[in-house]
């Protein structure tokens, strides 16, 4: 009878250690996800990814060419996050493409450049010159808000932050403006006047907001509802996904910060914890 007893206990002794090394071995398995990015500025997440090795979770960053595609690619589960947009452009891609998408956390902001290779300064523009503005409704209409502030136009101040071409009321230069797609806009610098071009895209093409940008709007304070924060993005269904949040966490934290600040200089300004 002891024999028995013992030997029952012996197989569940057995169980418990096999069930334990089961689950071990599920806790271990390295889990990918994949992140959308536009552009090649992607050094950011180099320690985001240090950040999250005892979490055995694997960043795979997926280059998108365009600001067209991330999203709907989010949205057919291609890829697991994005994080190449600030909130008015996701506002206007969910409202358009009826896309069930939503930010999970903060990233970055970018302030937007005035960049030029014809003119050293803005009070150099003259009458009919061109300028080039990213040709999607969001960015272009963050451009024109960048040249109100400016002085050079004024728009309708009922579009809010994304007024078009056709909103603008005062234009006392005649300004010509040139809409192309944003990755497009710096190839374009020698044969305009001047441009706006994204922080991804001016970082790609080797310009600096310091030697080669001739007017910005400050970033002094960054606020909560601030609709040009960028923001890491996932599928409505996954908006509390543990392995996501993860990620949100590992992306705001001081060594993250650090190199955005060390690398960047300026083009890109870290947006979390305000």
Known sequence: MKKRVYFVLLILALILLTGCGSEEEVNSELVVVKVGLVGEM???????????????????????????LPNQALADGEIDLNAFQHVAFLNNEVNSKNLKLVPIGNTIIAPLNLYSKNIEDISQLKDGDKIAIPNDLTN?????????????????????????????????????????????????????????INGNHAHDYGLSPEDDAIYSIPVDEIKPDNPYINIIVAREEDKDNEIYLKIVEAYNQPNVAKVINDTYGGLYVPAWGN
């Open 42 to 68: 992607t050094e950011m997440w180099e320690p985001v990814q240090e950040n999250l090795n005892d979490d055995n979770i694997k960043i795979e960053i997926v280059k998108f060419a365009d600001y067209t």
């Open 140 to 196: 272009g209409g963050r451009g024109l808000k960048v040249l109100e502030s400016a002085g050079i136009i004024k728009v309708d101040e009922s579009k809010g932050y994304v007024p078009s071409v056709t909103d603008i009321i005062e234009n006392p230069l005649n300004i010509e403006f040139i809409e192309v797609e944003a990755s497009n806009i710096p190839s374009l610098l020698p044969d305009v006047a001047a441009a706006i």
